[in-house]
């Protein structure tokens, strides 16, 4: 018998647990850092899911779009960057990255 998973439900379930947790941390905010590099659909639905979600959670969201033509080493300084200025600001941080170029 098959059964079918239903992505929507457990990830609905998922952002409530998340919710609760996110409430514990009282005056800590949260980053989300998404970095994109090229123009794929696919990847820019994606990412705009990663958005409404995280802003349903109260979590900040850094978007940083790179061109099909970026550098390994231009990506990995941002993500560098991106995670000195979170550190130093007591923020969370997580890194998300969709590519559609190879790095």
Known sequence: MTKFLDGRKIADKIA???KKQIKKLKNKK???AIILAGKNPKSIIYIDEKIERAKKLCINIVLVKFSEKATKFEIVNKIKELKNVTIKKHYWHYC???TTSKI
Do not use: P
């Open 16 to 18: 409530e647990k998340l």
């Open 30 to 32: 949260l980053n989300l």
């Open 96 to 98: 998300s990255i969709t």
